[in-house]
């Protein structure tokens, strides 16, 4: 089954969660997201795959967060698939995908369930 990083490779914890999978013998498909820009469609399938609360996979401390002039506990679900999709750099980085399930890099070891 194929393996997918959503990743920046500019962020430390993308490096490290993609060196990872490597070092465990999956050769990942590389999504750069800030190249290739995801559409609402793919933000809300990655916001089910992660499960949990929706405002994880939103990062505020970017300026471009801090423009929305928004609180982020005050984000509904279709606000944060929005926002990412109007601005790929909100989303949490690095993401893998396998099959119907994701799961946030942070810490890098968070994915390795999805390895099994």
Known sequence: ???????????SKSRQ?????KSKGVEPT???????????AEVEKLVTMVGGD???LIR?????????KVRKAD???AQ????????PVLLQRPIV???AHAAIGRPPEAVLSLLK
């Open 80 to 87: 944060i698939v929005e926002a990412i999709a109007a601005h």
């Open 30 to 40: 590389i999504r750069e997201y800030l190249k290739q820009a995801p559409s609402k």
């Open 60 to 68: 505020d401390g970017e300026a471009e967060f801090k423009a929305l």
């Open 97 to 99: 995908v396998k099959g």
């Open 54 to 56: 929706p405002r994880e």
């Open 17 to 21: 969660t993609l060196d990872l999978l």
């Open 1 to 11: 089954m194929t393996v997918t990083i959503w990743h920046n490779p500019r962020c």
């Open 75 to 77: 984000l509904t679900k």
